[in-house]
C-alpha cells in the first residue's frame, strides 16, 4: 500500500403531527408561517443572588421571517436540582437563590409551539454570591496563549469578568458563537434539549453553531476547528445587567498530528486516510491496524526517508527516524515528524500473516496551508482505532475515524 504525506505549502423544528385521524395528510403549512428556529436573549447571563433575569427569544419562519405569534410558549430547567439555585417563573423570568459554583451553570431551556412544529433554545445562567460594578469580559488569549488553533482540535477558553479593582467572577460560562459564514471552519457549544412530551431530543436538536459540534462533544467554554481558515469567536453576556461583548479572530492551520492506518478490509489492504494533510512539523502516527491474531506486521518506506525524523518523545517501536521497520499488531505504532513542505510518499508492506492482505496500494496528495497550532488529533485517533480493534472480532477489526 502507497500514500502519500502532504506539509504546507437550524435550527431545526420538530414535527409534531402531520396527518388527521383518517390518515389523510393536512393542508401544507406555509414558509412564512412554520416556525424554523427561536434564539434566546441573553443567551449567557450572570446574576447574584436575589437579582433577576429576564429570558426572552427572537423567532424566525422557514421564509426568514419575524414570528410574534405562537400556540405556546414553554420555559424549563433542564435539571430539575437547579430550583435550590434559581427560581424560574412561567414567563421566563430567572431569579437568583444561591450561588451555582464553579463550571456549573444553570440551563434554561425554551420551547415555542406554533401549528404543531417546535423550535427549542437555551440560556446559561450564572448565580454569584454577590456583585460587583463596571465589570468588563475579555476572551482574549493570555500569557503564551494564542489566537491559533489546529483543525480537528478542541480549545479551552476562559472568559474573564472582572473591574478595575480586582473584583471578578470566578470561571465564567460562556455559550460562545461565530461570526456570519464561519460555520464551515468552526464549532462551539450546542444545547441538548431533553425530551418533552412527544418531542425527541434528536428533533430538539440545535445546529446555531456548527454542523453537530463535533457529535456533542463541544461543550461551553470550548470552539472546535473542523477546516482551516479563519474564524471570529464572539462572547455576549449579560453581567449584573449590562450587556457585555468581545470577539477573537481564530486561525485554524491543517493539523498538527494525524493518523495512517493499515487494516484489512473486503479481503484487501486499505487506509481510510491513506492521503494525509499535516503542517510543517507535524507528527505521522502510523498505526498497525490488523488483528492481534492475524500475526500480521507492517513496514513503512518512504521515498525520502531522510525526511522522515523523530518525534518528541521518539517512537518506541519501529526505529525512530527513517523508513518504518516491521511494527508488530501487539506493537501496534510508530511515528515520524515531517519538518520541510513537500509531498511524501509512503508504501506499506504487510509481512507474515495469510494471503491476500498483500499487494494493495492507496496514493494521493493534498497542500496545507503554513502553521497555526499544534494539537492531539492523530493521538486521539490512534487510542480510538486500539478500543475498536479490542473490540472487534478476530480478523475483521472495525475501521474508526477520527
Not at 72 to 94: A, C, H, I, T
Not at 120 to 138: E, P, R, W
Amino acid at each position: 500500500m502507497t500514500g502519500a504525506i502532504v506539509i504546507g505549502m437550524l435550527s431545526v423544528g420538530a414535527l409534531v403531527a402531520c396527518s388527521n385521524d383518517q390518515g389523510i395528510a393536512t393542508a401544507p403549512l406555509s414558509p412564512a408561517s412554520t416556525i424554523a428556529s427561536i434564539v434566546v436573549s441573553p443567551l449567557n447571563a450572570i446574576i447574584a443572588v436575589g437579582d433577576t433575569v429576564s429570558v426572552t427569544f427572537t423567532a424566525r419562519s422557514l421564509s426568514g421571517a419575524a414570528m410574534t405569534q405562537f400556540d405556546s410558549v414553554k420555559y424549563f430547567l433542564q435539571n430539575v436540582s437547579d430550583s435550590v439555585r434559581v427560581q424560574l417563573l412561567p414567563n421566563g423570568q430567572v431569579i437568583g437563590r444561591a450561588p451555582s459554583g464553579t463550571n456549573a451553570p444553570v440551563f434554561v431551556d425554551v420551547l415555542a409551539f406554533k401549528d404543531g412544529i417546535a423550535a427549542a433554545d437555551q440560556a446559561i445562567v450564572q448565580v454569584t454570591a454577590t456583585k460587583f460594578a463596571n465589570a468588563t469580559l475579555s476572551i482574549r488569549p493570555v500569557g503564551s496563549d494564542s489566537a491559533k488553533i489546529a483543525w480537528g482540535d478542541t480549545k479551552q477558553i476562559i472568559p474573564v469578568v472582572r473591574n478595575a479593582g480586582g473584583q471578578s467572577v470566578t470561571r465564567p460560562t460562556v455559550r460562545f458563537e461565530y461570526g456570519p459564514g464561519d460555520s464551515t471552519v468552526l464549532q462551539c457549544y450546542i444545547p441538548t434539549i431533553p425530551a418533552v412530551g412527544a418531542l425527541t431530543t434528536v428533533q430538539l436538536r440545535l445546529s446555531n453553531c456548527g454542523v453537530n459540534a463535533n457529535a456533542g462533544a463541544v461543550r461551553f467554554n470550548q470552539i472546535h476547528a473542523f477546516h482551516k481558515g479563519t474564524a471570529w469567536v464572539h462572547a455576549r453576556v449579560l453581567v449584573y445587567g449590562v450587556m457585555l461583548h468581545d470577539s477573537v479572530q481564530y486561525t485554524i492551520s491543517n493539523p498538527y498530528n494525524s493518523l495512517v492506518v493499515v487494516y484489512p478490509s473486503n479481503f484487501r489492504v486499505s487506509d481510510p486516510g491513506a492521503n494525509t494533510v499535516i503542517a510543517p512539523g507535524g507528527n505521522i502516527i502510523f498505526l498497525n491496524g490488523f488483528d492481534v491474531s492475524m500475526g500480521v506486521s507492517v513496514s513503512f518506506t518512504f521515498d525520502h526517508p531522510e525526511a522522515a525524523l523523530a518525534t518528541n518523545p521518539p517512537a518506541t517501536y519501529g526505529d525512530t527516524t527513517g523508513n518504518i521497520t516491521p511494527i508488530s499488531s501487539t506493537e501496534s505504532t510508530s511515528s515520524r515528524k515531517f519538518q520541510t513542505p513537500g509531498v511524501y510518499t509512503w508504501t506499506a508492506t504487510i509481512i507474515g500473516g495469510m494471503a491476500p492482505y498483500t499487494g494493495g496500494t492507496a496514493t494521493g496528495s493534498r497542500i496545507s496551508p503554513p502553521p497555526a497550532g499544534r494539537g492531539g488529533r492523530g493521538r486521539r485517533r490512534a487510542a480510538r482505532w486500539r478500543r475498536a480493534r479490542r473490540r472487534s472480532r478476530p480478523g475483521r477489526p472495525r475501521a474508526g475515524r477520527g
